[in-house]
T-cell receptor
Framework: NAGVTQTPKFQVLKTGQSMTLQCAQD?????MYWYRQDPGMGLRLIYY???????DKGEVPNGYNVSRLNKREFSLRLESAAPSQTSVYFC???????????FGPGTRLTVT | AQSVTQLDSQVPVFEEAPVELRCNYS??????LFWYVQYPNQGLQLLLK??????LVKGINGFEAEFNKSQTSFHLRKPSVHISDTAEYFC???????????FGRGTQLTVWP
């Protein structure tokens, strides 16, 4: 039982490049979330998915897209990376009827 | 709307001293509150949570927190810290929409020998 896994762990992009961050959970959770963490800002919600086939915007969705591929996987895509998207990205999941979220180890992204 | 405010961005303490990390919240609905810990270069791990019932909540690693409705606070405490407690601590409140969490800005706890 790996919990929540994220790939890659580290990534460096040039401005304008695109990439997809992958997230998978093996806990049969319905809800999944993408956050970004910036120094002094805590974690801010980018997008979330209450169930397979549904996605909703969080606090800071601009510049990102998501796909809930199936119940296990929830990917985050940067179509045209900008230096302002340099951050640590965390994926989380939550089971039906549960109150807490479970977090992955994070992806550290640098955009130059 | 829900929000949390962590009152200290950094808290330095010596080993074996007590520590309190402060968190105030704002909410117009029922309150679910959480403390998460993030060790260097790792993800977030749940320390403890308050859902209802007893206002004193015990968590992992000897931490506890007290829910105070009149002061809208949920402060985290440990009577004697270890160097291994050095980490960033986040207070969070659960929103009314689909379980989303609203996080505070974090408190960096540094324990010195």
């Amino acid at each position: 039982n790996a919990g929540v896994t994220q790939t890659p762990k580290f990534q460096v992009l040039k401005t304008g490049q695109s990439m997809t961050l992958q997230c998978a959970q093996d806990m049969n959770h319905n809800s999944m979330y993408w956050y970004r963490q910036d120094p002094g800002m805590g974690l801010r919600l980018i997008y979330y998915s209450a169930s397979e086939g549904t996605t909703d915007k969080g606090e800071v969705p601009n510049g990102y897209n998501v796909s809930r591929l199936n119940k296990r996987e929830f990917s985050l895509r940067l179509e045209s990376a900008a230096p302002s998207q340099t951050s640590v990205y965390f994926c989380a999941s939550r089971g039906q009827g549960m109150t807490e979220q479970y977090f992955g180890p994070g992806t550290r992204l640098t955009v130059t | 709307a829900q929000s949390v405010t962590q009152l200290d961005s950094q808290v330095p303490v010596f080993e074996e001293a007590p520590v309190e990390l402060r968190c105030n919240y704002s909410s117009s609905v029922s309150v679910y509150l959480f403390w998460y810990v993030q060790y260097p270069n790792q993800g977030l791990q749940l320390l403890l949570k308050y859902l209802s019932g007893s206002t004193l909540v015990k968590g992992i690693n000897g931490f506890e927190a007290e829910f105070n409705k009149s002061q809208t606070s949920f402060h985290l405490r440990k009577p004697s810290v270890h160097i291994s407690d050095t980490a960033e601590y986040f207070c969070a409140i659960r929103g009314s929409t689909l379980g989303r969490l609203y996080f505070g800005r974090g408190t960096q706890l540094t324990v010195w020998p």
